[in-house]
């Protein structure tokens, strides 16, 4: 299965938008609203910040929203802020019943 | 408090095996599938194994099939990875992270801190 694309890196000035492509096929990203998203501070672990495409799980702000569009999902965070530079990861769930990552996406809070 | 905890990691000759165990606390372990992550340094995520809540549907990347396995004690809230044959390219965290289902493999909503697998001679 191979992983789903994601630009290498991102940037944003504080306060300002930027969304975050995650690029599959019709057997995964286009086929199931089985996306998520995962944010990544240096040395810690993943977190869960988008799940079902859109859901957004208790505690996480609503600065973070996630949509998709046929083999697109997005994830866009508005106001940027310092605390949010980190690495980004989208999955989703596949037709070969198991779940595949993005490369992952460094955002830079300028 | 949620908890998942990992242990086994180490340092490991290629051709060898290594045994990984999460230890689950704060929620109902049995209500849930659950995975192994893994990060190599410096790389992104890359998704290893899963199982549903009852061990009836489990499942593996191409790259660790037939080399490794998952299973899960319901009864000890545990879960582990026996990782047999280990190659230079299965050096990476190992993390332990909770799915947001019980039986197909969703996403992964709650995550341990990891364990440092380092296969080398």
């Known amino acids: 299965q191979s992983a789903l694309t994601q630009p290498a890196s991102v940037s944003g000035s504080p306060g300002q938008s930027i969304t975050i492509s995650c690029t599959g096929t019709?057997?995964?990203?286009?086929?199931?609203?089985?996306v998520s998203w995962y944010q990544q501070h240096p040395g810690k672990a993943p977190k869960l910040m988008i799940y079902?495409?859109?859901n957004r799980p208790s505690g996480v702000s609503n600065r973070f929203s996630g949509s998709k569009s046929g083999n697109t999902a997005s994830l866009t965070i508005s106001g940027l802020q310092a605390e949010d530079e980190a690495d980004y990861y989208c999955?989703?769930?596949?037709?070969?019943?198991?779940?595949?990552f993005g490369g992952g996406t460094k955002l830079t809070v300028l | 408090e949620v908890q998942l905890v990992e242990s086994g990691g180490g340092l490991v000759q290629p051709g060898t095996s290594l045994r990984l165990s999460c230890a689950v606390s704060?929620?109902?372990?049995?209500?849930?599938?659950i995975h192994w992550v893994r990060q190599a340094p410096g790389k992104g995520l890359e998704w290893v194994a899963g199982?549903?809540?009852?061990?009836?549907?489990?499942g593996y990347a191409d790259s660790v099939k037939g080399r490794f396995i998952i299973s899960r004690d319901n009864a000890k809230n545990s879960l582990f990875l026996q990782m047999n044959s280990l190659r230079a390219e299965d050096t990476a965290l190992y993390y332990c992270?909770?799915?947001?289902?019980?039986?197909?493999?969703?996403?992964?909503?709650?995550w341990g801190r990891g364990t440092l697998v380092t296969v080398s001679s």
């Open positions: 999955s989703s769930y596949t037709s070969r019943s198991t779940p595949v």
């Open positions: 019709s057997s995964d990203v286009g086929a199931y609203n089985y």
């Open positions: 199982i549903s809540w009852n061990s009836g549907n489990i």
């Open positions: 079902e495409v859109t």
């Open positions: 704060g929620f109902t372990f049995d209500d849930y599938a």
């Open positions: 992270a909770k799915d947001g289902g019980y039986h197909n493999f969703w996403y992964f909503d709650l």
